[in-house]
């Protein structure tokens, strides 16, 4: 089945620790992104790669770090200097043209207690 | 920056009626892409409807549609014929044109009620 993959469903962390989320997708799309939803609002950018070896910053990248060495895959790092990092983190994907449409991963929701 | 406004935190509707979600937005863009997702409490994001700002013409998927006022920024979302399984948080989305990726920017979300 072609989708999106995201692991863990749930992941706790303590303060202080850098913690990496994943994402996977096996629809041969070009474009994968990374959002946060906090209670009461939408989906914020945080970071998003066109293509392998390139990402750009979206409206809230800091304190988080990302990667892009492979085309399934773009994992995110959330660091010890994000000051609010129990949220609500979603990937997506996409094929990167004009028409493009964006598809979503089922999320992982990130405790730091 | 573009914003997406969604002025309904919840809404409420019978079985069987028709909705309509509101979503207002602000760009200087005059070519663009919006959307409506639907966030059931799964939170999966399941796309509902996408609009291309360059067609005149209201998108419509079976039982959703959408009434785009360019001009006047607006892009509402009319459920017809409402079902239990649409009970959901619904968000609205703006895209610029650009060629490649871009990331989306969102409205804060309608809750929406069925009542049986």
């Known amino acids: 089945d072609g989708g999106i993959t995201q692991s863990p469903k749930y992941l706790f962390r303590k303060e202080g620790q850098n913690v990496t989320l994943s994402c996977e997708q096996n629809l041969n799309h070009d474009a994968m992104y990374w959002y946060r939803q906090d209670p009461g609002q939408g989906l914020r950018l945080i970071y998003y790669s066109q293509i392998v070896n390139d990402f750009q910053k979206g409206d809230i990248a800091e304190g988080y770090s990302v990667s892009r060495e492979k085309k399934e895959s773009f994992p995110l790092t959330v660091t010890s200097a994000q000051k609010n990092p129990t949220a609500f983190y979603l990937c997506?994907?996409?094929?990167?043209?004009?028409?493009?449409?964006?598809?979503f991963g089922p999320g992982t929701r990130l405790t730091v207690l | 920056a573009q914003t997406v406004t969604q002025s309904q935190p919840e809404m409420s509707v019978q079985e069987a009626e028709t909705v309509t979600l509101s979503c207002t937005y602000d760009t200087s863009e005059s070519d663009y892409y919006l959307f409506w997702y639907k966030q059931p409490p799964s939170r999966q994001m399941i796309l509902v409807i996408r609009?291309?700002?360059?067609?005149?013409q209201n998108a419509t998927e079976n039982r959703f549609s959408v009434n785009f006022q360019k001009a006047a920024k607006s892009f509402s979302l009319k459920i017809s014929d409402s079902q239990l399984g649409d009970a959901a948080m619904y968000f609205c989305a703006y895209r610029r044109p650009l060629s490649g990726a871009d990331g989306l920017t969102f409205g804060k979300g309608t809750h929406l009620i069925i009542q049986p």
């Open positions: 609009q291309e700002a360059y067609k005149q």
């Open positions: 997506a994907s996409s094929t990167g043209g004009l028409t493009d449409t964006q598809y």
